[in-house]
């Protein structure tokens, strides 16, 4: 049933639009164990990282630069 002057249908709520909410599940769970030599790897990771780009960008300071990181490599 349309109307030029109202053309939103009004729908009545039933009991039956209604559910129970399901208990919540535990939190979110670490893909993988973080362990120290895990914590470790990452950080000597980011630390050549950070020194890899200090020197390039020492070396080329007026280049602009975006970086991505994708598949553990930088592009940039």
Excluded at 9 to 30: C, L, M, N
Excluded at 50 to 68: C, D, G, R
């Amino acid at each position: 049933m349309s109307n030029k002057n109202n053309p939103i249908q009004a729908v009545k709520i039933t009991q039956r639009d209604f559910r129970e909410t399901p208990p919540p599940k535990s939190g979110p769970k670490p893909l993988r164990e973080v362990t120290k030599e895990l914590v470790d790897k990452l950080q000597s990771d980011i630390d050549k990282s950070t020194l890899e780009l200090k020197q390039h960008f020492q070396s080329h300071p007026n280049v602009p630069a975006v970086l991505k990181v994708q598949g553990g490599i930088i592009l940039c």
